[in-house]
């Protein structure tokens, strides 16, 4: 009986494209990894030697899917779902005011939610909490990383309503997978201050909610004029052989799109770096030089043993990238 139930798993992975987890697990860490470099020597004292866990933790926005039923709003937002955009407010109370706190967590609250988790970095800075700057910090770069995605501001966040299931994970995570390492150019600069960090954040939304379309259109056009024996490919992936788009199609989806991935995710990598600064200058500067040099507790420890467990075990807890 063991053996059927897995042979029917096997199955299942076989037939159905890679789940997709927000510019993959694989982009993620790469946002928060390049983000450090764009820092001035003062946080780099901090940052640079704590580069592997700002990796580790990219994700770990994405695990705790699995865990709180809030989470999953905190990725998205559905900017179809509202017009003109103007009139949305960038104040988190307003917006309740006007929507209701129910109707704004059924479409996403995540320009908001960046907001929020800006304030508490901020704090964390200023009680030189090295621990919260840490994991607030890993946070914040997935939070950032999600708005720049153009499926991430749609309500037809996985091609569902256009019978294109599975772009959500193909532009976000095998195309940066594919093509990320050897074509990419991850020379950006240096982070730069934020006067209006929810300006900044309604701005980037707005975009990616316009190149939403260009996702959706291009790979339709390429759909309908690629051979479909070639469109999909096995590969291994873990010991399993899973059913991925193909190499020849990626390319040309990737080359169709004139370097959009390309850009919003060095467009990612920016802001993240940013934002981190903003929150440091914000909290008035302080040396990061004197802070402790254990900073987690075994209650930490614990949360992300638990994190891990139900991701590895769970379903999602809300919208999923694959539904
Ligand atoms: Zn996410």
Known sequence: MRRLICGAMALLML???????AWGFYGHRLINRMAVFLLPPEMMILYKPQQGFLMEHAVDPDKRRYI????????????????????????????????GEDSLYKHGIAPWWIQIMMGRLTRAF???????????SADLGHYIADIHVPLHASSNHNGQHTGQNGIHGFWESRIPELFAEEEFDFFIG?????????????????ESAKAADTVLSEEKRLNGMF??????AFEERNGLLVRQYSSAYSKIYHRQLRGMVERRMRASIQMVANCWYTAWVNAGQ??????????????????????????????????????
């Open 126 to 136: 200023e009680k030189k909490d090295k621990a919260a700057i840490l994991k607030l």
């Open 227 to 232: 051979a479909q024996d070639g469109k999909y």
């Open 68 to 99: 709180v039923k809030e989470e999953g709003p905190r990725h998205y937002m559905d900017m179809d779902h509202y017009q003109p955009w103007d009139s949305i407010p960038a104040s988190w109370s307003k917006a309740i005011e006007k929507y």
């Open 15 to 21: 037939s159905s494209p890679l789940p997709a987890m």
């Open 286 to 323: 302080p040396d990061l030089r004197s802070l402790a040099p254990l900073p987690f507790t075994p209650a930490d420890e614990r949360e992300w043993e638990n994190m891990n467990q139900q991701w590895k075990e769970g379903a999602v807890k809300g919208r999923s990238c694959t539904n």
């Open 190 to 206: 240096k982070a730069n201050y934020l006067p209006s960090v929810s300006a900044m954040a309604w701005r980037v939304i707005r």
